[in-house]
């Protein structure tokens, strides 16, 4: 048996050298979970033949039309969402329902932030996702292409 012989060397793609795109995308009709895993890979951009793990390689999501994500089974009564101030008795509990009517960006804000790392490079991947409740964004000047999420 012969030695396996490496030619080439592994690619790593730098900071600076990564083209960043912006992508928008339509949630409506979409059901959270999924939506919200292509999200948060193309935040990361592993879609990227230059994917390197410790380099933010991803590119910039718009999200648009927030309020009218879909939810399957019971989540809109059944799933709670816990926030905690620290203090004695300060655990607050908000239902998917409720949340979708009175901040809609914040459903699925917090359901990509739980598919990023839980580190400095996750909350500069975290940057980069924007979200809005409505049809309009402001981000018209960086000409944001269509994301095809299924």
Request: charged share 25%.
């Amino acid at each position: 048996m012969g030695v396996l012989m490496m030619t080439g060397r592994t690619y790593s793609a730098k900071p600076g050298e990564v083209e960043r795109r912006w992508y928008v995308v339509d949630a409506q009709g979409k059901v959270l979970g999924r939506l919200a895993s292509e999200v948060a890979m193309v935040l990361r951009g592993k879609r990227k033949p230059q994917f390197t793990p410790h380099v933010d390689a991803g590119d910039f999501v718009i999200v648009v039309n927030a309020q009218k994500i879909r939810l399957t089974g019971k989540k809109l009564r059944q799933k709670i969402y816990y926030h905690s101030s620290r203090y004695p008795g300060g655990l607050k509990a908000t239902a998917a329902g409720d949340l979708l009517k009175k901040h809609p960006e914040r459903l699925i804000q917090r359901a990509v932030r739980g598919m990023l790392p839980k580190s400095k490079l996750g909350d500069a991947l975290y940057r980069k996702l924007k979200v809005y409740a409505g049809e309009k964004h402001p981000h018209q000047a960086q000409k944001p292409v269509p994301l095809a999420v299924r």
